[in-house]
Structure formats: structure tokens, C-alpha cells
């Protein structure tokens, strides 16, 4: 008997709880017929997309030893699968804040992500709400945080809070008069980090026009026409929107940088503000240290993101899950969930083991849009959710509830 994994069978869901039914996501071009994983979309990205653009996606910091150190985290577990277990009714879907999602992972935030996909937001949310799983529109996004919330009412919207209270107080009930009932403020990012690889490749914030930043654009016709310029053409210069109340400078602009200003100064009293006038779920982003996650419990947050702004801020940086089980042991009031690094089923599957109640991902839904659009987003989400439920069945798992250490074991333990 096939089985829809996210049907929610194996575990009837309380009454309004059960995921929509999904219309199937219209096939990839034959182009992309490759595609059949995550991994497959950054390839068929990195020849899409200008090299500019592509490293904003792909690089990290200084050595990339963060980068690195995510992905081979993983390694440091192995499966410990159990046998003869029926597991013809299992089912990826799961509840986060009272709602049932159809898989343990979402759409983590993503900077600009309209200028490497046409309408990159609203891709990425429309995809996801058609998938039905989370989706968390960034602050340093090109697409007004308004017109997301209308296409997918289940957005969360992330903060990179501005430098003082009355625009932090403004940009927050800005959050709220636009619908969204989740707010994630990131907190690992109080000053730009050391970008070297966007300054190689020719990326910069402002975008500076250049003869070699032209000829990528000649060079890589799909984007410069399907992306660049329909979006001036249609939209105008893209503008950051949502970095604060007012609208922010465009692309183009010296300004930029005044609206990305050094942040340093922060701290837990203006998180406790934000607790005290905002209504909604309110998740921290970016923490790593049990004693931070205590604290942010304290002041009222609802869940943390375990992350290290997948390697982008400080290099060296603790990976993700090495961190995991302190912070759910040191939490357990509050789902605890996890980003930075995730590509595959099995990835998912150890933080779930560890503890985590959710994943979040990034860059390849990045890539995905940016080579097929919202269909390229569906496949992307489909691919993952299908490599979820295969592993569950091999490791005789029905539901995501079953899942803890028992299943893992230290590798070369």
C-alpha cells in the first residue's frame, strides 16, 4: 500500500490539526531533470545564477571552517535501525505552535532572495504554503513583508532589529498590523561579519555596478533576463523593505549600508520590550550557549533556533548540533529547533533523535527557486519530505514522537 507521508494515518491528528491536501507541484523543466536531491539544485544553481550572486548564496566567512564543520556534524552520528516494525502508515507530519505541519522542516530566512530568484519572497512562500510547511520571511528581503504575509497568512517574518527602541518599537507593530502571528528575532548578527568571499567574487551591499559585474549578467542570460530585469521592468529598482517601519534604500544606494548599522549595543532588555508588546509566538534565532537559552526562556521567549546563521557571522563557530541536546535538556518548556547545514533526510532525522522539534533550512530552497521557480521550491520540499519518510521506515519509525537517542550512537564509539 502506498502511503502519502504526510497523510497523518499512523497518528490521527486532533480535530482542525490535519494537514490540507496538497495539489501536485507542476514538473520541473527537462532541463533539471537530474534533480534528485538538495544537493542537485546548488549545482544547477551555480551555473544559473552570475558568480556574484551565487557566492552571496553559497560562501560563508574567512576560512568557511563553520561551513565545514555543519556538514560534517552529521557524521559524528550513526543510525541504529530497528526491524520488522509495520511501518505502512507512517507519517512525516508534525504540530509546531498548534498547528500540523506536513514535515518536521521549514523555510529558514534568507537575504535577498529576489534578487537571485524572480520574486524570490513570494516564491518561497507560496511554495511553502502550497507544501504546507513553515516558511520565514528574512528583514533583509527586496519584497514587502505585506505582500507575503497576503500570499501565505502561516509566514513567520524574522527581525534583524534596528539600532534604537522607537524604530525597533515601530518595525514591530509594523510585523504585527501586516498579519503575522510569529516573529523570530535573530540575535547572532550585531555586526556585518568578514563576507571575504562575496568581496572576491564581486558582491557587495550596495551593489556597485561594474564591467565585471555586467559581463555575469551577459554571461548568464536566464537570470539577467528572467530575474534582473523583468523585476526593474515590472517592480522598479529593488528596494530592502523590511529592515525597518519605513521603506529602505534601493539596492544601488550608498545607504544601504546606514540601514544595516552596527548593532552592538543590543541586549536582553530590548528583548524583554519586544516580549511585552508583541503579542504573538516570539522565537529567538542564533542561540548556542545553554546559559543564553535559559535566559531567553526567561524573558518569554516561545522557542529557540538553535544556529550558527549557517557559518556566516563567526567562523569557528560551534556546529548546531554538537550544542542541541544541551540546550533541549536545558529547555524542555519550549520547542527547541535547529538550523545551519541540513541537506538531507537523514540530517533531519539525528536532529529530531537529538531532541529538536524542528529543522529549518535554507540555501537550497535558495537555489531551488532560483532555477524553477515555485516549482523548483515544491520538488526541493518534496525531495526532502520523501527522503524523511524513507529513512523513517528504514529505521522502523512511524511517527516523528518515536524518535529520540535510542536510535543513534556516537560514531567510532
Not at 544537493?39 to 560562501?59: K, M, N, S, T, W
Not at 559581463?215 to 517592480?235: E, N
Not at 541537506?343 to 524542528?358: C, E, I, N, Y
Not at 530552497?365 to 521557480?373: L, M, P, T
Request: contains cysteine; hydrophobic residues 45%.
Amino acid at each position: 500500500m502506498q502511503i502519502d507521508p504526510s497523510a497523518g494515518t499512523a497518528a490521527a491528528a486532533p480535530p482542525g490539526l490535519a494537514p490540507p491536501a496538497r495539489t501536485p507541484a507542476p514538473p520541473l523543466p527537462a532541463r533539471l531533470g537530474h534533480v534528485l536531491s538538495l544537493d542537485d539544485f546548488e549545482q544547477a544553481a551555480r551555473r544559473h545564477l552570475p558568480a556574484p550572486v551565487f557566492a552571496y548564496i553559497c560562501g560563508a566567512v574567512e576560512r568557511n571552517q563553520s561551513l565545514r564543520a555543519n556538514a560534517a556534524s552529521f557524521a559524528q552520528y550513526e543510525f541504529l535501525p530497528r526491524m520488522l516494525v509495520d511501518i505502512s502508515r507512517r507519517t512525516t507530519a508534525t504540530t509546531l505552535f498548534g498547528k500540523r505541519w506536513s514535515a518536521p522542516f521549514g523555510l529558514a530566512p534568507m537575504g535577498i532572495s529576489a534578487l537571485s530568484a524572480y520574486r524570490g519572497d513570494l516564491v518561497l512562500t507560496q511554495a511553502a504554503a502550497a507544501e504546507n510547511v513553515p516558511m520565514v520571511m528574512s528583514g533583509s528581503s527586496l519584497i514587502r513583508m505585506e505582500d507575503v504575509v497576503q500570499a501565505n497568512p502561516d509566514a513567520w517574518f524574522q527581525a534583524y532589529l534596528p539600532g534604537d527602541e522607537p524604530n525597533i518599537v515601530a518595525l514591530v507593530q509594523r510585523v504585527q498590523a501586516a498579519g503575522y502571528r510569529t516573529l523570530v528575532i535573530t540575535v547572532d548578527a550585531s555586526i556585518a561579519s568578514n563576507r571575504e568571499q562575496n568581496i572576491r567574487a564581486g558582491f557587495s551591499t550596495p551593489l556597485r555596478p561594474s564591467l565585471s559585474l555586467a559581463w555575469q549578467g551577459i554571461t548568464h542570460p536566464r537570470w539577467l533576463f528572467g530575474t534582473f530585469l523583468k523585476t526593474i521592468a515590472v517592480h522598479g529598482m529593488p528596494h530592502f523593505e523590511n529592515n525597518h517601519a519605513r521603506r529602505g534604500a534601493p539596492i544601488l544606494s550608498p545607504s544601504v549600508e546606514r540601514d544595516f548599522s552596527d548593532r552592538g549595543h543590543l541586549n536582553w532588555q530590548h528583548f524583554r520590550m519586544i516580549r511585552r508588546i508583541w503579542p504573538g509566538q516570539l522565537v529567538i534565532k542564533g542561540i548556542l550557549d545553554v546559559r543564553d537559552a535559559r535566559i531567553a526562556v526567561g524573558c518569554g521567549a516561545d522557542g529557540i533556533i538553535v544556529s550558527n546563521h549557517g557559518g556566516r557571522q563567526l567562523d569557528g563557530t560551534v556546529p548546531p548540533l554538537r550544542v542541541l541536546p544541551g540546550i533541549v535538556q536545558a529547555c524542555p518548556e519550549v520547542p527547541v529547533m535547529v538550523d545551519s547545514g541540513f541537506r538531507r533526510g537523514t540530517d533531519v532525522l539525528k536532529a529530531l533523535a537529538l531532541g529538536a522539534k524542528f529543522v529549518f533550512i535554507g540555501r537550497p530552497f535558495n537555489y531551488a527557486a532560483s532555477v524553477a521557480g515555485e516549482p523548483g521550491v515544491r520538488r526541493a520540499i518534496t525531495l526532502l519530505r520523501e527522503e524523511v519518510s524513507r529513512n523513517m521506515a528504514m529505521l522502523g519509525v512511524n511517527t516523528l514522537g518515536e524518535l529520540d537517542a535510542s536510535y543513534l550512537v556516537k560514531a567510532g564509539g
